[in-house]
């Protein structure tokens, strides 16, 4: 499949390794559908097509992980230093 212009409500996320990659995430409110397609350049390799409830589950998923990947750096024993948090006790 070639590509096309996307959606007005849509959104690109590029791969972190290889640039040409991307996953378009596009809404079809008409439909209820949310699709995600894998593209490799101008070619669609595959797409998914979500009912919203599904996507909602898939973004809770996604937060998971990224929480969990994310880099734990240790904090000052003075305190939070700029743009740091203190945890809650």
């Given amino acids: 499949m070639r ?3 996307a959606p007005a409500r849509s959104a690109v996320v590029r791969d972190r390794d290889r640039s040409a990659r991307a996953l378009r995430v596009t809404t ?6 949310v699709v995600l397609s894998l593209w490799d350049g101008d070619v669609c390799t595959t ?3 979500l009912d919203p409830e599904d996507a909602a589950d898939l973004v809770r998923a ?8 994310a880099p734990r750096r240790p904090l000052s024993p003075h305190g939070p230093t700029t743009g740091e948090i203190a945890a809650a006790s």
Wanted: net charge negative; glycine share 0%.
């Fill in 47 to 49: 797409t998914l097509r």
């Fill in 28 to 33: 079809h409110p008409d439909a209820a559908l």
């Fill in 3 to 5: 590509v096309v212009p």
């Fill in 62 to 69: 996604l937060t998971d992980a990224a929480v969990a990947a």
